[in-house]
């Protein structure tokens, strides 16, 4: 598996800075430039569509690399808009420039800096040399055996981020099985009762107030992502086999029944693939097998005589109209989960070996 690492330019001299600005300025131009050409005229990675792009200081593999990056977002941004349904506009590219083993090398270094990372610069035959330090992240994924670094990096103004290659291990035998419900007011609450993340509804609510594509909606974004991994984070991962979450899709979709304004413009700052994501990351650290299960009824369903009825959940509260088991609806869900997910684990032990989701 491969587990990123976030290391600072801060240790480059000015000049270095420079070389590095004129660099992604260079960069950036010529990945919009091929963001615009794709978007109105396809093209492929072939030295006709290279061929758009004349005046520029690149070399040839650098344009080749920028032409690779607009075809990754232009197609991921054309399958986002037919899966939302919605008319997009012509992507523009403000982000890191991802670099291959072609332009980047990292070596050990001496001293203080303990990382020299070097990349193919504007003038042919010479490299950026980078004195950096290694992390505790860092230092986390090589201690690992047979982990090694890849040679390469997404590049910014300001850091590098860098990639480790770690063994995949087998996933673990010993330890118990949880289940996670992912909610909208408490991110995460399992099946042993315990909620996690009480405050993201406020942070949903800074996301709706603030105004698209300004500097304070992008900084909640980071607030949100920074909230979701701690809230993550806090799960007993250390003492898990398991893990069960639901399979979402389409939540944000169409205007369903039981959909209301409300709900959607609840959901609307809502992630679950970015909690998924973080889940799915920290269960592979972990040697953690992941189970998505069906997430219909399972908040509706009474845990202990198995009452389905829509009046078992009233926003919250879970009351069941049959047996009148009383309790919060998040968790009366994540005992489902973990119903479904025990039912699931037996399921496919039975068959042999299993590849987490």
Known sequence: MRRAVKVTLKFATAKKRRAINALLSRYRSAVNFYIRSLWHERGKLDASTLARLQDTELSARYKSQALKQALDIVVATRKAAKTIGKFVRCPVFRGAAVLDAKFVNIESGNGSFDLIVRISSLVSRQRISIPTCKTAVANKWLDVPGAQWI????????????????????????????????????????????????????????????KPNSKARYRHYRERTNFINFSVNRLPFYSLSALGVEDLSDMKHGKKKGRGKNFRKAIAAWTYREVLNRMSCKAAENRVRLFAVDPANTSRTCPECGCCEKENRNGENFSCVRCGHRADADSVGARNILARTLATLRSVESLGPIKAV
């Open 151 to 210: 040679h390469g990096c997404a590049l910014s103004e300001d850091s590098l981020i860098l990639w480790v290659e770690v063994p995949d291990c087998a996933p673990k035998t010993d330890g118990r099985v949880l289940a996670v419900d992912i909610g909208l007011n408490k991110l995460l609450s399992d099946s042993d009762g315990n909620h996690y993340g009480r405050g993201f509804k406020a942070i949903r609510d800074k996301i709706r107030r603030s």
